[in-house]
């Protein structure tokens, strides 16, 4: 049976690009999607979990994890900085660890390494 991959990250339209201007909503959903394909290819089963930065955020993560067991639960760079993130960050990383247990947990640098930092824990 395949592995099971959730990836977390924050839905692109939303992202504070200031920091990066070379990157665009456009560039890092392309990104996201090239990475995801690239899983599937590699025999993974992937879902996708992309979260606006408000309350709605606890509640898409809480029903990704509901609806699914995961091997692995790769959370996006844009999480993670910058530091106005934080909570979050802590809250969604709290959810993981209490409604999948089971589940690696891996982070990506950018959008573009997310299938590395899902091969460092599990094999499809």
């Not at 977390?8 to 201007?21: R, V």
């Not at 590699?42 to 979990?49: P, R």
């Not at 699914?68 to 996006?76: A, K, L, Q, S, Y």
């Not at 959810?95 to 460092?120: M, W």
């Amino acid at each position: 049976m395949a592995k099971r991959v959730l990836a977390i990250g924050i839905e692109p339209g939303n992202a504070d690009y200031s920091a990066f201007p070379q990157l665009t909503p456009a560039l890092v959903r392309n990104y996201i999607e090239a990475q995801l394909l690239r899983l599937r290819g590699l025999g993974y089963e992937v879902t996708s979990c992309l979260i606006d930065l408000d309350t709605a955020a606890e509640a898409a993560v809480t029903s990704a994890l509901r609806d699914e067991r995961f091997d692995c639960i790769v959370i996006g760079a844009g999480l993670r900085e910058p530091k106005e993130r934080l909570l979050v960050f802590e809250k969604v990383l709290n959810l993981v660890h209490s409604l999948a247990p089971q589940a690696a947990i891996c982070f990506n640098t950018t959008p573009a390494d997310t299938v590395e930092a899902v091969q460092r824990w599990v094999e499809p």
